[in-house]
Each structure stands twice: as structure tokens, then as C-alpha cells.
């Protein structure tokens, strides 16, 4: 019906159509920066989309919907594949029957994240091969190319982009759309799928031999490409690189030779040995880790990596060109611009201001509220990962002394809280700091950071249509929590100023809900009534 | 311009429609039938913090990075105007700096058309034609914003 189309999209987006046009039955994630548009596109291209409490509950979802045959996606951020690590390196064993796509979405600079992990390092400790696209037709072609992977070798395949795939727009044509397979009966096969001992350890060297498969097919395998020079005259310089990094050298490097990498994960050793021997130089071009210097290094080929100054922020295309000529002199800073902030209106404003003139100790975590850091807030003290607030508060409550200890609060939002804080709070009763605890529940009612999505607690899905809605409240005392209470805190400040201090004069485990809609959400929400699409 | 390819550099703060105006010009450019790339942030910088987009294009030649070189914009769309000093190294000498006192916002239907009507001052600058430009402005916007953007596209392109 489709037909073929030339697009303007992003990467996100064309990764959705791509999931559309070749019958994916499922896709689901945690909202990340940069990888969130990916399910909310998938949706609204009628595939079924839903948001999980978190990145391992939605790769475990994945991996069962594999299991049953189905073409399946899971879509996170980079940080969000520690969090599903656990079943990652599991599922690489057991394989799949459909296909299982896993897709990462890593974050150079940090645009919008609390570290610059480089997910490649995942795909090697897994045992999962990984695909790069460079662009939006990449993540089209590539998208389906993993599909094929996974379940031509029984594999998850791992998908990584970039923010700047993700979020740029580029051109290129779609395929035809096929529809998704019906579901497949299910067979029972419990040496495949039951990983005790005596079954993994089969299962491990039937990994190891689907690998070196898989590294095979990748010696031969299209999207290892290379690029000819287009200067005239002889080319004695040779480029290795993967995603972006490919095209940035593209550009800053006519005179160059450039093999790019589509499979990053087994790499393509001959393939590459076969290039590198025809130049005077050969150099790696990659942002961030020096991985595939250090792979190709060690597999016995000359080529020099990148200096360690490059391992910091992204790579453009001016930065390439410092490579390339060795220049490893200072680089300018780019004038600062104004930071972000929480917006005028925002509920946590007043929240902060309190904790903040209550000279709280505050155990932090990620979204919005991670802004309470800056001024005129500087109500934050650590920030570490998603859930981390209740821990690590719990952590300094132990071992400060009593004076400092009670002044410790953690702070959460509500999607954060969803997605790991719950665990938090089960430690916090069982291990009860012998000065209580005060944890502070920013409910907003969305994960706003990320872009105003839903999750468990907003009573909606993905696409917006009725959920089940946990109450946060009901679940806190469900654990065993008497000490809770639920306040708006922008219409009686006094009043929370008051509920605080009493929460951290006495010695329980305490929790308030800060309970008022974020004024984003509101918008959209009352766009979305009007049956319009929001307009950002 | 270098080797065929236009370099343009929209800048402001979180909540004026940088990306919405990229979104327009990009639009426009890919409906003439150009090659064009754009990259812009997303997440932490729009709580009202500085936002940048970078946009090429080129009526032949193929663009690669869909980064604006350092110090390699022809353009620079700045819409407010305490933007302006942390984005100028963006420019490249003989550069173009088109900033909001090019528009009197009085003239506006609504103010928040500003970008808009920036980019109608951007749009002589290249050879597409209105019928484009109208399309492209109503492919990124809900209807009822269709008329008073066209209107202030159009206060901008005869400025």
C-alpha cells in the first residue's frame, strides 16, 4: 500500500518505519534521551508500542515475545542497557526463535545524560552482534538487516545509534510495508530456553560457534563498505570508522580511503587486514572509547587510534581533521550558553526552594529535577543513576553522624520511582537507618525530561488510551510505611515546610508525595482533549 | 559556501521553536528537490536553556555531516537577542547574522511568530519559491496556526 518514498526523517523515526514496514508485532522500551521518539513514532505508525517500568522489564517482555516467534524491538538509551544487562547477557545464550532487535541509543557529549558509556564494550561482554547505520537511510536498511540477523542465526542483535543519528533528519527512501507474521504455536524446548547449569553450559558453546558464523557472514557482508577517495593520484591514507564518525571523515578526508563498518560486532578482521596493508597510514576514526582501535590493535593490524583527548564529547567534522593532522593542542571552549532550567511554573520550584533553606542533604536522581542542582536552587548533593536517590540517601543516613544524618532526604520523580525506586524503598523498611528516612516523591504525573511520557502511574499508555493506575501512595504503605503523606506543594508551602521538618525530627521511614501536574503535561494533555497534536 | 553546500545555524532559547522553524526551512528545501541534512539536541537543553539546530544543504552536491563545521555558518538565525554573542563563533567571515531586531514584533499577530517570520527574511536568501515555502510552514504546523505563521512568514520575506 506504501509504496516506495523518499523521506525527510530522523533516525529515531526511520528506525520506526523501518520496524512498520517489515511486520515487527512489538516494540517496547523506557523513554530515553535520545532514543524515546523511536516507540511514540511506532505507535502512531500503528505497531504496537508500550512503555515498560524499565529497561530490563521491557527486554525481558522482548525476549518473551521473541521466544514466541514474533519480530520484536526494545528501545533504551545506553544507560537503560545496564539496567537490562542482566537479561542481555542471558537471552545471548538462550538465542531466539523471531527476531529480537535491542536498540541503543548512546549519547556522546551528553546532551542529556549522566555519563558517556560506550555501548560497544556491551556487545563484546554479551556476545551479540551490533550494527551502526550512519544516517536515517542506514537505520532504515540496518534496521531490517538486524531483523534478517537475528533470525537467520537465532540471535538478539544489538542496534546501536547516536544522538546525532537519532535526531538528525536526513533523506531516503522506504521499502515496501509487509504485515506482521501470525503468531507461531508454541514449542517446548527447554534446553534452548531453561538456563540451569548443565543447559548453559551447552548453550555457551553453541554461542561461541553462532558467533564465528556470524563473523563470517560479516567478512562478506555489504554493510562493511568502502569508500573510495575522490581526489585524484595515488591514496596512501586509510580510514577505519563506524556511524557518524564514518561520515564526519567523509567529509573532512577526500584524499582518504574509508572502510566503514556497519557490523561493529564481530568485526570483520580479514576484511579489514586486506584494507589496512594498502596504505602508508591507517587510521581509526570513533568517537568516544578507543574500541575498535583496541580490537583491531590486538588482532596483529598497524593502525593508529585517535589521541586520548578525542575520547572526550563528539567528533565532528573539524575534530577530524585535528586527527588526522595529530594536532592534540588545546581546543578552544565554546562560549558557554544559558543552562537549563526548571521552567517558570514548574511544582518542583518551590520544593527545592524549601529543601534548599532547610539546608537539606539531598540524594538526588534523574529527570527534571536534577536541575534543583543549579542555582538559585544548589538544593542538590548527589546524582547518580535512576533509583539511586533511595540508596544512596540511605547509604549517607547510616554512616553520617546523627547531626549531618538527619538531614538527608531523597528525592525522586514519579516515572524514576516507577522504574527503580520502588526496590529503594523495600531496603529502606528492611534496613531501617536508626534516624528514620525521608524520601520526597515528585509526582508530577509524566516523565517530563524525556518529553512528557506515560508510564504506570499516569492511569494512560504509550498512545494514550486507558490504563490501570498505580497509586503511589497505596503501594508506599502497602510495604509496610506508616509515615506517608500526600501534598501540593506550590498551594501550601508553609505547610510542607512544616510536613518536613516534623518527617525529619522523628526516627521513621518517611514518605511525601509532592503531588501537582507538571505544566507541560497539562498542555499537552489538554491538546490531545482537543483531539490536536501538541505542538511543541 | 563551501563546495556547494549552504551552512545554516538557527539559535535561541528552549520554548521559542528553533527546532520548529529548522523543522520549516528543512521542509522547504527537501520539497525543492535538494540534498539537506539537520541535526539538532534534544532533552536536557529545551528546559528553556540555549538551543541550537544546524542545517545544510546543497542543489547537487551531497552533504555528509549534518554538522555545521566550526566557524562554517553562511547563516546565523539567532531569535533572542542575549543568544547572540555565544553563538556568533558559529559565523564564518562575510557571514549573514540575522537577528530579532530584523522583525517588529508589533507587527506580528503573535509574538511567538517571531521565528517564522525570521525565516521569511532567511527565505530571500534562496531561490524556492512561496507556494514551497506555504506548504512546507503548514506540513510542520496544526491548521489553526497555518494563517497567522504564512502572515508573519510573509512580514519577513518583504522586510
Known amino acids: 500500500m ?66 514466541a516467534g514474533a519480530r520484536t524491538m526494545v528501545t533504551m ?104 507474521a501470525d503468531a507461531k504455536k508454541f514449542v517446548r524446548d527447554v534446553q534452548k530456553r531453561v538456563m540451569i547449569p548443565a ?59 574509508i572502510l566503514k563498518l556497519g557490523m561493529t560486532y564481530p568485526l570483520p578482521i580479514e576484511k579489514i587486514k586486506k584494507f589496512a596493508k594498502n596504505y602508508d597510514r591507517v587510521l581509526v576514526i570513533e568517537e568516544g572509547d578507543p574500541y575498535l582501535a583496541d580490537a583491531i590493535q590486538a588482532a596483529g593490524v598497524e593502525v593508529e587510534g585517535k589521541p586520548e583527548m578525542y575520547r572526550f564529547g563528539e567528533l565532528n567534522v573539524t575534530r577530524v581533521q585535528k ?13 558557554r550558553g544559558k543552562p537549563p532550567q526548571l521552567c517558570v511554573g514548574c511544582p518542583h520550584r518551590k520544593v527545592f526552594e524549601t529543601l534548599r533553606d532547610l539546608e537539606c542533604i539531598v540524594s538526588g536522581d534523574i529527570g527534571c529535577y536534577t536541575l534543583g542542582v543549579l542555582p538559585p536552587f544548589s538544593a542538590m548533593d548527589t546524582c547518580v543513576c535512576m533509583g539511586a536517590s533511595i540508596g544512596v540517601g540511605l547509604g549517607l543516613r547510616h554512616t553520617l553522624a546523627e ?16 522504574h527503580s525506586g520502588i526496590t529503594g524503598l523495600v531496603e529502606m523498611v528492611y534496613n531501617r537507618p536508626a534516624t528514620g528516612h525521608v524520601v520526597l516523591i515528585l509526582d508530577n504525573g509524566t516523565t517530563a525530561m524525556t518529553g512528557l511520557q506515560e508510564h504506570p502511574g499516569t492511569g494512560r499508555k504509550l498512545d494514550y488510551s486507558p490504563a490501570h493506575q498505580i497509586c503511589v501512595e497505596d503501594l508506599v504503605k502497602s510495604l509496610g510505611i506508616d509515615d506517608v503523606h500526600v501534598i501540593d506543594v506550590v498551594k501550601d508551602t ?6 518536613l521538618k516534623k518527617c525529619l525530627a522523628n526516627d521513621e521511614p518517611s514518605v511525601i508525595i509532592a503531588r501537582r501536574p507538571c505544566i507541560l503535561a497539562l498542555k499537552k494533555q489538554k491538546a490531545l482533549q482537543q483531539g490536536k497534536e501538541a505542538c511543541q | 559556501m563551501k563546495n556547494g553546500i549552504t551552512n545554516v545555524i538557527v539559535a535561541g532559547l528552549g520554548g521559542q521553536g528553533v527546532l520548529k522553524c529548522s523543522d520549516i526551512l528543512s521542509a522547504a528545501i527537501f520539497h525543492a528537490g535538494w540534498n539537506i541534512k ?90 524556492i519559491g512561496d507556494k514551497i515555502w506555504h506548504d512546507a510552514i503548514r506540513s ?5 496556526l497555518h494563517d497567522v505563521n504564512i502572515a508573519a512568514f510573509e512580514y519577513g520575506r518583504k522586510n
Open chain 2, 38 to 127: 539537520k541535526a539538532e539536541v534534544h532533552g536536557m537543553s529545551q528546559r528553556g536553556g540555549s538551543v541550537a539546530c544546524d542545517i545544510r544543504f546543497s542543489k547537487d552536491a551531497e552533504v555528509l555531516s549534518p554538522m555545521v563545521p566550526a566557524g562554517q555558518a553562511d547563516y546565523l538565525l539567532v531569535l533572542s537577542e542575549d543568544q547572540i554573542d555565544n553563538n556568533l563563533h558559529h559565523l564564518r567571515k562575510d557571514g549573514l547574522l540575522l537577528k530579532p531586531d530584523r522583525i517588529d514584533a508589533d507587527k506580528l499577530e503573535n509574538a511567538r511568530c517571531l521565528n517564522v517570520a525570521l525565516l521569511g527574511v532567511l527565505s530571500k536568501e534562496f531561490e
Open chain 1, 323 to 335: 586527527i588526522l593532522a595529530g594536532d592534540v593542542g588545546e581546543e578552544p571552549a565554546p562560549p
Open chain 1, 77 to 180: 538509551k545506553h544507560v537503560g542497557l545496564n539496567v537490562a544487562a542482566d537479561p542481555l547477557f542471558t537471552a545471548a545464550y538462550t538465542g531466539v526463535d523471531g527476531a529480537l532487535v535491542i536498540i541503543v541509543a548512546d549519547d556522546p557529549g551528553m546532551a542529556s545524560s549522566q555519563n558517556e558509556q560506550d555501548s560497544r564494550r556491551y556487545a563484546v561482554a554479551a556476545g551479540v552482534p551490533m550494527l551502526e547505520p550512519a544516517d536515517s537511510q542506514e537505520a532504515y536498511d540496518f534496521f531490517q538487516l538486524a531483523v534478517q540477523l537475528s533470525e537467520q542465526f537465532g540471535t538478539a542483535v544489538l542496534f546501536r545509534i547516536t544522538t546525532r543519528i537519532c535526531h538528525s533528519k536526513t533523506i531516503f527512501t522506504t521499502g515496501e510495508r509487509v504485515a506482521p
Open chain 1, 494 to 499: 508553609e505547610g510542607f515546610q512544616e510536613l
Open chain 2, 140 to 144: 510542520q504546523l496544526p491548521e489553526n
Open chain 1, 2 to 67: 506504501s509504496g516506495i518514498k523518499r523521506k525527510l526523517l530522523s533516525g529515531n523515526e526511520a528506525v520506526a518505519l523501518s520496524a512498520a514496514d517489515c511486520g515487527v508485532r512489538m516494540g517496547v522500551g523506557y523513554p530515553g534521551t535520545p532514543s524515546t521518539e523511536i516507540l511514540e513514532e511506532f505507535s502512531k505508525l500503528g505497531g504496537r508500542a508500550q512503555w515498560s517500568p524499565n529497561e530490563k522489564v521491557a527486554l525481558e517482555v522482548g525476549v518473551g515475545a521473541a521466544f
Open chain 1, 403 to 418: 547531626e549531618d544524618a538527619r538531614r538527608v532526604v531523597s528525592v525522586i520523580g514519579d516515572s524514576t520511582f516507577m
Open chain 1, 199 to 257: 543447559y548453559a553450559r551447552m548453550a555457551h558453546h553453541k554461542l561461541r560457534a553462532r558467533l564465528a558464523e556470524i563473523e563470517a557472514w560479516g567478512e562478506a557482508a555489504d554493510c562493511n563498505q568502502i569508500f573510495h577517495s575522490t581526489d585524484k593520484g595515488q591514496t596512501l591514507l586509510g580510514i577505519i570508522a563506524s556511524g557518524i564518525s564514518a561520515v564526519h571523515a567523509r567529509e573532512a578526508a577526500s584524499q582518504a580511503d
